[in-house]
């Protein structure tokens, strides 16, 4: 798609993608991230793939964005939600079909997967521009709301 090139992340590109989750994190909620803990918590998930893993996408050689998959087991289908988080497409490279290629790749490999009941995610609620392309891709926003109690 466009030039994209989409793949699963390698434990060489653990210190690009914390760097994506930390400016993803400044850019949508303000928030800037422990250098330390991020990379620590990108090398532990790429280490456990039980828990997930990350994709990436390439433009010439390029890594331009990515996002992470994560688990949820779901009872009442008897499969796997996947949770999509930590999406982020470079700034300049945005509007070109970056995340489409993520999702588009993503959708595949569900499906070859076999349990995977659907996609989750959760945006900023004052994020409209990122709202805007998960409906654009055919997502909708489902009358949840989420609850926090950080440890």
């Known amino acids: ?83 999509i988080g930590s999406c982020y497409v470079r700034p300049e490279y945005r509007g070109r079909g970056v995340y489409a290629a993520l999702y588009e790749t993503l959708q595949r490999m569900a499906a070859i997967e076999g349990n995977v009941r659907g996609f989750r995610l959760y945006a900023h609620k004052d994020n409209a521009q990122t709202h805007d392309v998960f409906r654009g891709l055919g997502m909708s926003n489902k009358d949840f709301v989420v609850f926090e109690d950080m440890l």
């Open 1 to 83: 798609m466009n030039g994209i090139n989409v793949r699963k992340a390698i434990a060489a590109e653990a210190s690009r993608i914390a760097d994506f989750n930390r400016k993803m994190a400044l850019e949508t909620e303000g928030l800037a991230l422990n250098e330390t803990t991020v990379m620590a918590g990108v090398v532990a998930l790429m280490g456990h793939p039980e828990h997930g893993f990350y994709l990436v996408a390439e433009m010439d050689g390029t890594m331009v964005g990515c996002i992470k998959v994560g688990y949820e087991w779901t009872a009442w289908r008897n499969g796997t939600f996947w949770w």
